[in-house]
């Protein structure tokens, strides 16, 4: 099957005067025009190429690759704006389109602005929308709490800054867990650091080891939540104590709640470890 909007690899059927014909096991086609055909190929060669519609909404090959694809958040230039919508520069002759109703924000030439990409199911063709939370979903998680997760800036709020999790779902990043510059359209790793009722995401940039240290680092977490967020505990306890009541070396502790310290979740005090 040959899918819109992705990179598809096809095999090269046969030669015309516009270029060469690209099948797939299904035996369907499509023109990868002569601008783009290898300097030498032999028939049945395979080709990655990219297919979206052309001028005449005919579907077409491209061996350049867009900075966006169907199904992906891309921060994209416009290059302008007519009657019908704007018109963004993705990287091949075509440009790809965003119709008024799918801005979150009225584009204006020039500007640059973060898009999803996908199939309009009433024209089939692939177009950009701004209103990217309408794409995130946040019902069924596929993340859980300290997992390293794929981030894309997404826009800022009072509170903080929002993010894009994995492609799927929504997250937020507080302004006190932000420790250096970020902008729209980044793209970082960060971790889940809590998930909240309505499964909303936490999300930390700090990167701080947690698949070494997760299960020890989320003990100490839940003690401190059973026990009214305070442990009378700290780095100076003895190894016996801490065995006793956490089941897990002293060497392990110190390296679960350094971690959690520089995540600002806890406080060490003289008589103790706090819940922040």
């Known amino acids: 099957m040959i899918t819109l ?46 297919v979206y519609l052309d001028n ?4 077409v090959a491209t061996t350049d690759m867009p900075y966006i ?21 993705w ?13 979150a924000f009225n584009m204006k030439a020039g500007g640059w602005y973060l898009v999803h990409c996908y199939l309009d199911e009433k024209t089939e063709r692939l177009v950009a929308s701004s209103k990217t939370n309408r794409f995130l979903d946040n019902t069924n998680l596929t993340v ?7 981030l894309i800036v997404s826009h800022p709020s009072d509170i903080g800054m929002n993010v894009i999790v994995n492609k799927i779902h929504s997250g937020l990043i507080y302004k006190d867990q932000i420790f250096k510059d970020i902008s729209v359209g980044d793209k970082l790793t960060g971790i889940v650091k809590k998930v909240r009722p309505g499964n909303k995401l936490d999300i930390s940039l700090g990167q701080i080891g947690y698949r070494n240290i997760e299960p020890n ?3 100490i977490l839940h003690e401190l939540q059973d026990n009214s967020g305070y442990m009378n505990l700290t780095d100076k306890s003895s190894p016996e104590a801490i065995k006793e009541q956490l089941q897990m070396s002293k060497k392990n502790f110190k390296k679960a709640i350094g971690a959690l310290y520089k995540e600002r979740q806890i406080e060490i005090k003289p008589d103790g470890i706090y819940l922040v």
């Open 217 to 219: 680092a989320e003990r």
């Open 69 to 89: 694809k169907r199904g992906d958040f891309a921060m994209l230039r416009c290059n302008q704006v007519t009657d019908y919508g704007a018109f963004l520069d």
């Open 5 to 50: 909007g992705q990179v598809n690899t096809l095999e090269i059927l046969r030669e015309s005067e516009h270029g060469i014909y690209l099948i797939d096991n299904e035996d369907n086609q499509v023109l990868l025009p002569s601008r783009y055909v290898p300097d030498s190929f032999k028939i049945w060669d395979k080709l990655d190429v990219f």
């Open 91 to 103: 990287g091949l002759v075509k440009e790809l389109f965003c119709p008024f109703k799918e801005q």
């Open 56 to 59: 005449e909404e005919r579907p």
């Open 144 to 150: 859980q709490q300290f997992d390293e997760v794929d």
